[in-house]
């Protein structure tokens, strides 16, 4: 979501129902305000889930999403009681208000590219016998092992699509080129399996289905990490300086395509998320992270805030952290913050004494490590 959008959503809202209206993004950034020194100011994530109705906020919070994905918040700071049963209208305007917007400037998508936004958004399995034959009218054979390969170009739809006066070309023809830069690349690393499939998935998002029939997926993977600033590197400009990519396992038919894109797509944004941009992330290598980034928010910000909120020393915090980048190894973590050994030993019992779980006892070693990964992942 833009600032324009968001501009347009919350004068809309307020002229609708009054109240005082901020629109956030995705982020929580808030855009859009009738009070300006809140604009740009960052609403926290956590406080914009809504999940336990337990929790009572000062606040109304309405997310709105197009197609699959989250676009950002509509913050009501009136009292919520009075707005509660207006939640479903505020929600369906606002979205229909989204949906509008990307209509008027989107680009007309390819064959290819069409093809694979319908397998990815198709909620109706009746549908799958007509993917399967616009599969084959376009010439790919779904029983080839591809794995999808995600590229994040940050700032491609505002600087080149949402963006129309500073340039001439067509927006159709600026997709077209980025795929071809990818697939140029791509062809030149992998001379062989050739039988790939290039598409534009709106956004910022390009995907790439590698084909994977000759080379083991291991091979693939490491070659695609390796020279992932190669790959590229013909994508990036003044306009784009950040890429990101994820990589999803190899699989075959239609569901195998779907599945390996969103392992792709779950690994790109939970990567961004812990470790930041520029940067290539596999679905294997996520590990907890692939359970902790699914399910009901609030649950685990509270399991992680039970045992971490206490922690308020810096000192503990860095030394918890790198005790823990170092596989619990005293002599090496003491060594990395060059501090004394025991210095080390004395910040870890009082971790404990202060979290009360001991990080030197593997089973609650485990447990701060989680509420850890859930603060960093959850509250980013």
């Known amino acids: 979501m833009d600032k324009i959008l968001a501009e347009k ?13 901020n629109v956030a993004d995705s982020k929580g950034i808030i855009l859009a305000s009738d009070t300006k020194a809140e604009i740009n100011t960052k609403f926290e994530l956590r406080d914009l889930e809504n999940d336990d109705p337990n929790i009572i906020r000062p606040y109304l919070v309405v997310a709105l999403s197009n ?14 009681q009075k707005y509660l049963s207006q939640t479903p209208l505020i929600k369906s305007l606002a979205e229909l208000l989204i949906q509008q917007h990307y209509e008027s400037i989107k680009p007309d998508l390819d064959s290819t590219d069409k093809f694979i936004c319908s397998l990815m958004y198709n909620k109706d399995p009746n549908k799958f016998d007509y993917l399967a034959s616009q599969a084959k009218v376009l010439g790919y054979r779904l029983d080839i092992p591809r794995m999808a390969f995600i590229i994040h170009l940050d700032g491609f739809w505002n600087n080149y699509l949402n963006n129309n006066i500073e340039f001439t070309d067509e927006k159709e023809s600026i997709i077209l080129r980025k795929k071809h830069d990818l697939e140029k690349t791509i062809a030149g690393f992998f001379t062989k399996d050739t039988e790939n499939i290039t598409a534009y998935m709106g956004q910022d998002k390009f995907v790439l289905f590698k084909d994977v029939k000759s080379n083991s997926e291991e091979k693939v993977i490491q070659l695609l990490k390796d020279n992932f600033k190669a790959i590229v590197a013909p994508m990036v400009n003044f306009n784009i300086s950040k890429v990101t990519a994820g990589i999803g396992r190899s699989r075959t038919g239609l569901i195998g395509l779907i599945r390996s894109c969103k392992e792709a797509d779950e690994a790109l944004v939970l990567g961004q998320k812990m470790w930041g941009d520029n940067q290539v992330y596999t679905y294997n290598e996520l590990g907890l992270l692939s359970i902790i980034g699914q399910g009901a928010k609030d649950k685990k910000l509270f399991f992680s805030d039970q045992i971490l909120s206490k922690l308020e020393d810096p000192d503990l915090v860095k030394t918890l952290q790198y005790f823990f980048d170092q596989n619990l190894n005293l002599t090496q973590t003491s060594e990395k913050l060059g501090i004394h050994r025991n210095t080390v030993i004395y910040r870890l019992d009082q971790i404990a004494k202060t979290i009360g779980k001991d990080p030197r006892n593997f089973d609650q070693a485990v447990e701060i490590k989680m509420a850890l990964l859930v603060d960093k992942l959850l509250n980013t």
């Open 9 to 21: 959503i919350q004068i809309y809202i307020t002229n609708l129902i009054g109240g005082q209206i």
């Open 67 to 80: 197609s699959l994905e989250n676009e950002g918040y509509v913050i009501i700071k009136d009292d919520p």
